[in-house]
């Protein structure tokens, strides 16, 4: 009799206790369904400041929050404004006034919702089922701070990332703001919200003789030690190439020292041997006319439409300044990704910058990014990877050079219009180091400035890299 009134008192704390924790899971289950509604209600700015103060943080892979609350518990970005402003265009803003962003596309995880029934009420049953879950990034912020101080004052972009994993170290966009401009709307420059590394679509110029020595690689109807005149500003056939930032020639050099020195004249000659259809093939394996995405985030997919015109336009789009109705474009974070399948032996992985989720237990769920986007043939790469060892330390990439670190790459340098119908001269490069150690590879456009000065940041950049990321 005692032990059978003990258990029914067992029981009824037992029952108490779990019926409890039930109600206060279902309290909390109809406040998201309520805030989710309000949320959902034309995405209501005051419905989504409130929502987001039970969000997830966005964090470096450094731990530097780029996205958290407040004391009050308002949503707040990172706390160095340099920071704040260089991420503006990965993180974005709880508004959504911008929408290619972790804060936008990501907002199932960082506000919770769409979880599977039991983890939902597990974290319920601890008093957390309103928070969302954490983003951990692959991104750094003193290589985000590094970048934009690189980038002060300049139009354009640039992309780091590792070419072993793919994960990306640093995006940063230029001209950019701080959030709380995107949030209350206010003094926000011109196009200082277009994320120019993701979709920003150049003219490659130089740095597409990376396609076109591959072409001219992977065929063997043409000797590879094939030596070209170079004619310095005479054109190579009538409304063809010539040299434009040059007053004497090349000489006659062969495939190394043409690529090192970016002898229009060479390259405008093996497009012309090759013809259209074998560029637009080399530019495919280089995931040209590609889709592919940064995680969640739209990029914008690099063009290799050509042969659509002469021969003479041939020898232009050969060294990436397509002309007519010829088209060749490339985005920053692809300029990376290109350097990266040549330092990664071939293989071009996806690259990515949400390395996993964290939920409000502490609980970390790792995202698998085992991919890969393109694989060329070894031995062109490896060709290629020596041959951009010459652009640096014999060629036009020299600004790069550093001493003790093995960077290799191209250079570019493309005549476009800009906005106002101006014609100016932008500045890429295409460039990695060559250490197991240290895989990193980046990718750089600047708008309307001197030749020299993307090899001079990345060299810079990529030697910062070296002394923060081991
Ligand atoms: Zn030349």
């Not at 041959?387 to 020299?398: E, L, N, Q």
Request: proline share 3%.
């Amino acid at each position: 009799m005692k032990s059978l009134l003990r258990n029914i008192r067992i029981f009824v704390v037992v029952f108490t206790v779990l019926f409890a924790l039930f109600i206060t899971g279902v309290i909390a289950q109809s406040n998201r369904a309520r805030t989710t509604w309000l949320e959902s209600a034309g995405e209501d700015k005051a419905a989504l400041k409130s929502r987001y103060k039970m969000a997830g943080e966005i964090i470096t892979a450094d731990d530097v929050i780029l996205a958290g609350r407040d004391e009050q518990g308002n949503r707040r970005y990172a706390a160095n404004d340099v920071l704040a402003e260089a991420a503006l265009h990965l993180v974005g803003d709880y508004t959504h006034n911008i929408t290619n962003t972790l804060e936008s596309l990501w907002q199932d995880h960082l506000l919770g919702s769409g979880r599977p029934f039991l983890t939902q009420l597990k974290l319920d049953l601890s008093g957390k089922g309103l928070e969302g879950d954490d983003l951990l990034l692959t991104v750094r912020s003193d290589l985000m701070i590094e970048a934009a101080r690189a980038l002060k004052g300049k139009r354009g972009a640039v992309a780091i990332m590792n070419y072993r994993t793919g994960e990306v170290y640093a995006l940063v966009s230029k001209p950019s703001v701080a959030p709380e401009n995107v949030i209350a709307w206010k003094n926000i420059p011109d196009t200082a919200l277009f994320n120019r590394a993701l979709l920003g679509r150049y003219v490659p110029g130089s740095t597409f003789k990376i396609v076109t020595a591959t072409a001219f690689l992977n065929q063997r109807e043409y000797p590879h030690d094939l030596k070209v005149t170079c004619r310095g500003k005479k054109a190579l056939m009538p409304g063809g190439v010539f040299e434009r930032y040059m007053k004497s020639t090349h000489g006659t050099p062969g495939l190394e020292k043409a690529f090192a020195t970016s002898c229009n004249h060479y390259f405008g000659h093996i497009g012309l041997l090759l013809g259209a259809q074998p560029l637009k093939e080399a530019a495919k394996a280089l995931a040209f006319n590609t889709e592919f995405s940064l995680d969640r985030l739209k990029v914008a997919p690099s063009v290799c439409d050509i042969g659509h015109e002469d021969d003479a336009a041939i020898t232009w789009a050969a060294i990436g300044q397509p002309g007519g109705k010829d088209r060749v474009s490339v985005t920053p974070l692809h300029l990376a990704m290109i350097a990266s399948a040549i330092a990664n032996g071939g293989v071009m992985r996806q690259p990515y910058i949400v390395e996993a989720t964290r939920t409000p237990m502490g609980e970390i769920r790792e995202i698998d990014h085992d991919a890969t986007i393109t694989i060329l043939d070894r031995l062109v790469t490896d060709k290629m990877s020596d041959m951009m060892r010459s652009v640096v330390t014999d060629g036009t990439g020299k600004k790069a050079n550093i001493k003790g670190i093995d960077i290799r790459g191209k250079t570019g340098t493309a005549n476009v219009e800009d906005e106002d119908g101006k014609m100016v001269t932008n500045n890429l490069f295409a460039g990695f180091i060559a250490d197991e150690k240290t895989p990193f590879a980046i990718g750089i456009v600047l708008e309307d400035s001197r030749s020299g000065t993307a090899p001079a940041v990345a060299g810079t950049l990529l030697r910062y890299a070296v002394g923060k990321v081991r």
